[in-house]
């Protein structure tokens, strides 16, 4: 849901907002029941329209959005079903759902750019909570190779800023 009135508020205010389309409609779920999960592939041109409509309402005054946030930490996993975060993590996935992340980057970022060439495209804030090639003591971290997939998919084209979430107590 859009608060217009804060965004115009912070506009006015000189504030930047970045935007975050965290939310997964039933009728795109790769999981039935994950509101935060993965987008099916086969809605991914879908998904783009959406992006593009999206900025160019919001891209200009009264509004001023440029920064588009795809999901909110997608590096958790799916199953968390109705989480805050943005869960695209496919525990099975030696990448953990990062490449299937990447291959919906090269759909929605040419829609961004399209609707607004100045638009700044965010991954989603990564949790990135350990170190996968020196784990601590009984943690796997292949959530930490999300990123690692974004690139392996040829994602490292369709984003411009890397949102890092800096837990202190990782």
């Known amino acids: 849901q859009v608060d ?3 965004l115009q508020n912070a506009y006015q205010d000189g504030l930047q907002v970045v935007a975050i389309v965290q939310f997964t409609p039933s009728w795109a779920q790769k999981y039935a029941g994950s509101y935060c999960g993965p987008i ?7 998904f783009a329209q959406f992006l593009g409509e999206l900025v160019q309402r919001y891209k200009d005054p009264p509004y001023g959005i440029k920064y588009w946030e795809t999901g909110n930490e997608p590096d958790a996993p799916w199953a968390v ?3 805050v975060f943005g869960c695209w993590g496919e525990p099975l996935d030696p990448y953990y759902g990062g490449r299937y992340y990447g291959e919906m980057l090269k759909h929605a970022y040419p829609a961004i750019k399209a609707a607004d060439p100045q638009a700044q495209v965010l991954i989603g804030g990564l949790l990135l909570d350990c170190d996968p090639d020196d784990p601590p003591p009984g943690a796997a971290c292949t959530m930490s190779r999300f990123l690692e997939g974004i690139l392996e998919a040829g994602g490292g084209s369709y984003f411009d800023i890397i949102s890092f979430h800096a837990y202190a107590y990782y």
Do not use: P, Y
């Open 40 to 46: 099916q592939q086969d809605r991914f041109d879908e």
């Open 4 to 6: 217009e009135t804060s």
């Open 81 to 83: 079903s109705h989480s």
